[in-house]
């Protein structure tokens, strides 16, 4: 069974950094791609920013410049790095990540999603 755990979240002022974390636990795990996903407030949940199965890297036109995503297969942890925090930047933000097990075909799972606060 593969559970994924976010961390890193919290309060920060703007211009401020973050770095949010997605660690998959489980058998045998191999992350064939990462996607970070986020929903603010009265909003719907949009794409941030991902890693695909090619390891092509892709942002959001708002993070680009601002936001770096990457990934420690050795960890088996997915990371969101976040600088220049803006208060548009405050939602809920979740990992989605693609993962093959030896017992398993590529599934996506999904981490319980961990609060961005961007205030002064």
Request: proline share 3%; net charge negative; with cysteine.
């Amino acid at each position: 069974q593969v559970q994924l755990v976010e961390s890193g979240g919290g309060l920060v002022q703007p211009g401020g950094s973050l770095r949010l974390s997605c660690v998959a636990s489980g058998d045998s795990i191999n992350i064939l791609a990462v996607t970070w996903y986020r929903q603010g407030p009265g909003k719907s949940r949009e794409y941030v920013a991902g890693i695909t199965t090619s390891n092509a890297i892709n942002y959001e036109d708002s993070v680009k410049g601002r936001f770096i995503v990457s990934r420690d297969s050795a960890k088996n942890t997915a990371y969101l790095q976040m600088n220049e925090l803006k208060p548009e930047d405050t939602a809920v933000y979740y990992c989605a990540l693609d993962i093959a097990t030896r017992d398993s075909a590529p599934t996506d799972y999904w981490g319980q999603g961990i609060q961005v606060t961007v205030s002064s």
